[in-house]
């Protein structure tokens, strides 16, 4: 198929097929000697689905590209994929907790701002101006 049609049927543009390409997840088909047009295996709509999939779930490109390379790998065990997946979920619980420390610090700032006056008195301005705002980083295992 061509593809046009491959990204219609994966459900996604056609710069989206090309830019999977350019990062190496998915390989672009040879151009055909007597000239014409490329033509993409059906196998491709599936890896184009893993990908959006993948990303949904918030695997970045490089580790999606992993996952391709354990699915393809012949020695590939459950457990290597299920490793992956613990690692991105502590990650996610990381991202979690320092967007609840962002939270706090915002309704703190907007909570001390009486909303009115002048914004060169604005207190949300000069907190941040001030440096007073801090956040405890958060990071793995703590």
């Known amino acids: 198929m061509r593809i046009g049609k491959l990204a219609k049927e994966?459900?996604?543009?056609v710069e989206t097929v090309?830019?999977?390409?350019?990062k190496?997840?998915?390989?672009?088909?040879?151009?055909?000697?007597?000239?014409?047009y490329r033509e993409y295996p059906?196998?491709?709509?599936?890896?184009?689905?893993?990908?959006r999939s993948a990303?949904?779930?918030?695997?970045?490109?490089?580790?999606i590209d992993e996952l391709l390379e354990l699915e393809a790998g012949n020695n590939t065990r459950c457990i290597d994929?299920?490793?992956?997946a613990e690692?991105?979920?502590?990650?996610?619980?990381?991202?979690?907790?320092?967007?609840?420390?962002?939270r706090k610090a915002l309704e703190m700032l907007i909570n001390a701002c009486p909303g009115k006056g002048s914004v060169r008195k604005c207190s949300i301005l000069e907190a941040i101006n001030s440096g007073d705002i801090r956040l405890k980083p958060v990071k793995n295992g703590e």
Do not use: C
Request: hydrophobic content about 40%; proline content about 5%; cysteine-free.
């Open 10 to 13: 994966a459900g996604v543009g």
């Open 18 to 22: 090309r830019f999977y390409q350019q």
């Open 24 to 36: 190496g997840l998915m390989a672009q088909p040879p151009k055909p000697e007597t000239g014409g």
């Open 42 to 51: 059906a196998e491709s709509v599936h890896r184009i689905r893993f990908i």
């Open 55 to 63: 990303q949904q779930i918030g695997f970045s490109l490089g580790e």
């Open 81 to 84: 994929v299920r490793k992956r």
């Open 87 to 102: 690692v991105k979920l502590e990650d996610v619980l990381v991202k979690i907790d320092n967007l609840k420390s962002i």
